[in-house]
Every structure is written in C-alpha cells, then in structure tokens.
DNA sequence: ATGAAAGCGCTAACAG
DNA sequence: CTGTTAGCGCTTTCAT
C-alpha cells in the first residue's frame, strides 16, 4: 500500500560500492571528495531518483534552514513587497521563508511567535502587532539564540537590529509641505501611538508645526486609529462636523487617507484647495484616487532584502557584529492632493 | 558555547521514572495511558520546558503536517484573502501553509513545486502562474499521492480537485449587463487564454454577444494582457486611437480595468457616457477609482477555505472519495462605471 | 497500562 | 580522499 520506498543515501552507497558517509559528502559537494567519485554520485543519485530527507538532516545538523517572519497582515501592497524583497535574499541564500500574520493581534503574535519556536526558525522577523505591549513573548528565542529582527514597527531590544525608516523626518517632511502650500491648521490622523512608526510620524508633525511657530492642538490629532478604511470614513466625518474645520490633513497611511478623501467629496470639500491630504506609503491606490495623494513613499521591497541580508548573515556568521538599527531612505511624493498653486 | 540542551522525552522519563514511549504517549494523550501518568508527565514536560522535536517526530512518522501553497503573485486583495482563509482553516486542523510565489512564472513554479516536495508537504495546493503549459511537474507529487489542489488558475487533472467559480456564467453576467445599458460595441481585456479564468470569461463574453445576436468581431479582443497596471495603459492608448471606438469595455481584473479608466479619463473620455467599464475581482480599489468600477465579486477567503478544508479532508481520510470541481458563488457588482441612466 | 528495542535517514568526529 | 561509528529525538511494534 506504502508508496514504493523512499531511495537513502545507503542504496546510492550500495550500488556504487562507496560508504554512506561518502554519498554524503558527494551530494554536498564536500571539498575532500575527489571529482570523479563526485559525479558518480550525483549520477546515480539523479537516475535513482534520490530525494534527500530534510527532517533526517535538520534533526542530526540541529538546524532547519528556515527563517520566519512575522506580520501584521499580508493584505497591504506595502507588506506583500516587503515580503517579495525578503524572499529573493532568503532563497538565494539557500533558506526558506514561512510566514505568519498576527493578524494585528498581540495574543496571535504569541501565538505566532511560538509556532515559529517550534518549527524551530533559524531566525526571525517581525513587524509587530497594532497591540503588542511587550516583548516577553519573544524571550524564549533569544535564550536560545535565535537572533531576531524588527522591520517597520520595531521595538527596541538590546541585541536585536531593527530596520526602519526614519519616521520623525518623513512625518516632519510631509508637515512641512502642507505648511509650504500654505495649510495653517493640520490635522493629523496617527495609528496607536505605542508603535514606533505611528508616534514618530506624530513627532515629526509637531517639529514641523515648531519650526513654523505654530502651536500644538490635541484637537488636531486623531490618535489610536486603526488606519483601516473605516478610520479614514470616521475621520472624514468627524472633521466635517468640526466647527474650524483643519485646512490640511496628514494621514499615517494611504488606505484610511484615501477613505478620507473620499468621504471628504461626497461632503463637497474641495481637496486640495479646501483641504490638503497627505498620506503615507506610496501605495498604488494613491494614484487612483482624485486628486492623486501626496504620499511618503515607503521603500517596502528594499526593506525586505535589508532585513533578510541582515539576518542571514548574522545566521552565516553567527560571531558577526551586530548593529542596533538600520535607517532606510524614505522620499515625499507631491501630487496633486496637497498642491496649491 | 552551544546553547544549554534540549529537553527530550528521555529527560522526563527520567525524572518521572517512565519509559520514553510513556511520556510519548503522554503526551499525545494516547488512549492507553492512565489519567494521572498522563497528568503527571505533562505537568513535567511544562515546568522542564520541554519543546517537541518536530524533525524526529517527522522523520519517524514520515509526514510533515505541513500544507504548501504556490500562487503567481501575493500582491493582489485577491491573494491575501486567499491566504488568510486558508490560514485559519490549516490551523485549525493542526497543519502548518508554506507559501510560494512562482511570480507568475512557469520555471519560477517548477522551482516552486520542487521545494515543495524537498519540504515534504502533505498536500499541496497551486493557482498556475501566467504562462504555465504543462503539469509534468506535478506528477513527481502524484506519484508519491501527495494530494493536490487547484484553484482560481485551474488546469483539468484526474485525481485533483479544482475549486473555481463559474467564470463563463461571470463574464456573461459582466457583458450582459453592459449590453443592457445600451452597450453595442464592447471590447474585452483578456489574460493569457491558456489560463482557464481568461478564457472562461471570454467565451461567457461571447455567449452574451449571442444573445443579443451581436457578431463576434475578434478584433474587440486585446488577449494574452498581463492585466498588469501597464497592461491597462496599453489597452486605453489602444482604445483610443481605434477609428470606432468601443462603447464598452470588460476588463478580466479590476487592477487593468482602473488604469484603463485613468488612461480614458485623461484623453477626455467620459466613463460611463463614452465607454462604459466593467472589471472584475471586486478589489478595493474599485471603489477609490471615480466613477466606482463596476465588477464581479470573486469571493477570495471562501475560495481559501474551502480549498484548504478539502485538502485537509483527504490528508484525514484518505479514502473519502473526491471530487473533480468545485464552484463557489460569484456576483455582479454594479456600481457607476456601467450605469448609464 | 507500561517498557524494551529498533530504526526513521542523515551527518560529523575520528581514524586511516 | 574515504570509511566506521555513533547518535540526533521520536514513534511504534511487540512483549509483558
């Protein structure tokens, strides 16, 4: 009933009289292995049909060749380019991804996180939760060594590198140009400000206000969205019926920017001369939307390959120094959404 | 240097005075074994911090409990609620989803199919890339009756399940309803027809055409598009230097459809008064695009879900009988794209 | 209800 | 350059 039997390493060595240990070496092209032997064994390991047993292997090397990252949610064009970044690096560097989403909650992520522990990753990559309050759940890793890398929404922990962009600018950079167009009255819509990207972003904005003598307005914060497409309705909504209406909004990402927008229309605002938006992340669906969205663009891809290189080769070269944070290029995209002419 | 040691079962069956097969069966909750002993080594296995070693379990079980999914591109809407569906179902039942791109190449699937099998999922389940043209390399999994199954981008295979939506019925629907709003010459925006779902739509497209004893004119075809963002570009420059313009367009994915419209709008081409437009997938994006596009709702997590519950039925029973196709529920969404009044 | 023992397939230390 | 040997940690007959 069994399918056939699976072809060992002994049978390539019974047949071409050599030892397991040999056939070994050979298929791994081991140095001390003499050329010839080297593709007799290869030969017959081709014609037999001979697939090598990962599990026989990652049990005796005590490793499994395999990284895990850990996401909030794949359902964002940002995280799926990220994504796509790390996988090239991985694979070219003969490891495999699996993923998991935590489904932007912190008891997902432990459970995620444990997954990971005992499909035993070489290592791992998270950008965190909405809600994560700590980082106890992540303790059991690095007892063990498993090095361990923030992306996007970090945390800082001593001894793990987080690759970021610098959001304090970006935020700053987007105040700013809302300032230049002539917006006196910003608005700012921030997602849970315990997270790294969303209270930097907010920082940025008040140095922008400071350096424009403007002073800070609680008012003029929504903080603790979930940056959803409800968020950005519910924004909409709360603005029209403010009685100073913001001249000018900054959103901490596109999706809820673009809700906004739109709910902004249907009331017969005017963007951008009634209000000027800009969002966050240079999604494609910023240049759907008209007027076409001033964004940050977010550099998603590379992101990818920065965290991956980076942990690969704390992984190749455990003893490697290990830096504490790595600062990507971010870049203010004008359009027409915040242009005023 | 090498971290601590692991916990084995050998461990606490030393601690507890049991065989190692004892606290295996412990802790697996094995019928034969006595409420307290059971008790007793699971309490111990806690406070040890005892981690089961999965490449020994699945090296001696010969199975992996883990699922493998291949798809062209995690990028789109589509995809990730794919995913997510399937996510929840796997996990459920106690399997793990691998995910891999084939980035909607066929060399790039092989590769795919291959780590698969090096991986020695229990099943597998695949939505083709662009240009697939043949299964041969399937057929290394068949032969070891390692389950497979197809969705959305689906080929016919005796012995696997397709699970799809009735993607003829679907561009019928798309190419009626523009005929009903007056429509007299529509073209369509297909993808590769090697591609089920392309084709699919194209012959429901002419159906309609039929129906309403319009002739087929093959040149109201743009084919083998990657409805790529570009390839929507391409098909409006197209549109609009053609002497007779179309009065309709039905785009095979919303993504193409809306850099179509952007392109239309640009040269003045008032949607839905000059052209009408229908896409299809019922992206979110349908909805920022102004005027909203109409579209077909694909329904992407039950499509997941009920691809990954068939999957884990047949890796459960392995001898339930199974099916050749299933087909989940689609529906037009008119929105102001089509509707002319 | 529990234990003894064999072995899943591979790798690495050591020996030659 | 190649072979011997001893496990990696777990599951599963077969015994008791």
New interface residues.
Partial sequence: MN?PKEITIYDIAKVLNVSPATVSRGLKDHPAIRKDTKKRILDAARKMGY??????S??RRRR?NTIGVIIP???S?FM??V??GM?KVVNDRGY?L????SQESFKKEIVSVN?M????VDGLMVSLAYDTEDTDHFEVLL???IPLIFFDRVIDHPGCTSIVIDNRQAGFDATNHLLSQGCKRILQIAGNLSRNVYSDRLEGYKLALAKHNIGFDPELVISNSLLS?QSGVDAALQIINMQYRPDGIFVSNDTAA?ACM?QLKLAGINVPQDIAVVGFNND??S????PNLTTINYPGHEMGEVAAATLVNKLDQPNSPSVNTIVLRHELIVRESSTRK
């Fill in positions: 399918p697939q090598q047993n990962t599990f026989a990652n049990l499994s949610r794949l359902n064009y799926s380019t994504i796509a996988e495999n699996i993923i998991s989403q997954t522990y005992d499909s035993r007892k063990k060594k497409e673009v739109r494609p669906i240049k759907v939307i008209d």
